[in-house]
């Protein structure tokens, strides 16, 4: 037996291979595994937040009214505070087209009720407070209005864009939602409902 041709060797068998790159290929698959397994943790997040509709309860608020917009003397409010009275919480901006429609009219029933238990809120949704001041200043806007900062008000109501009218009883139950502009028949006829109530 030739003992010359055998080798043996101690050296592990991938001593000599280059080590491997992660191909392109191979990154963008773990990206879009990273991608859909942070959605699907977002989605479970929010799965018990739902848009409040009517009939259900309104989500509690904290504001800072801008400034010459105080509401009992006081730069601040909770919605929790307003309980018992009929509360319309309007989102508007200064950039929307379709705000200035309604603006005259919210005015209008604002100064019509001001003396009965009916408080009248804006809140301004992603403006900043300059324009949001103008806009207010054009349109003679004495009711009280707040800017949504962070936007955690409009958030919290998951509005689908300005304007939008949400209408609580004096229960604090939201009694009617309006998408887009809010009509007068709309706005006195709910408004005279919850009086009532």
């Known amino acids: 037996m030739n003992t010359d041709t055998v080798q043996t060797t101690t050296e592990p068998l991938t001593a000599d291979r280059p080590k491997k790159k992660l191909q392109p290929a191979m990154i963008g698959l773990w990206l879009v595994i ?8 977002w989605g479970l997040m929010n799965a018990n937040k739902t848009r409040p509709e009517q009939g259900q ?41 379709e705000c200035r429609v309604e ?17 009248m809120l804006g809140i301004a949704y992603a403006d900043v407070e300059p324009n949001a001041l103008d806009y207010l200043k054009e349109f003679n806007v004495t009711y009280p209005n707040a800017p949504d900062l962070r936007t955690a008000i409009s958030s919290d109501y998951e509005i ?5 009218t949400f209408f609580i009883g004096k229960d604090g139950v939201i009694a009617h939602v309006q998408i887009g502009p809010v009509d007068q028949a709309t706005l006195t006829t709910v408004v005279n409902q919850l009086l009532a109530e």
Do not use: H
């Open 34 to 41: 990273v991608g859909i397994l942070a959605l699907v943790g």
């Open 57 to 97: 309860p309104a989500p509690g608020f904290q504001m800072e009214y801008f400034d010459g917009y105080e509401w009992e003397k006081r730069p601040s409010a909770s919605l929790q505070e307003m309980q018992g009275k009929v509360v319309v919480v309007n989102f508007w901006a200064s950039w929307c087209v």
């Open 103 to 119: 603006a005259d009219l919210l005015e209008q029933v604002w100064r019509q009720y001001q003396d009965d238990d009916v408080v």
């Open 160 to 164: 689908t864009g300005v304007p939008e």
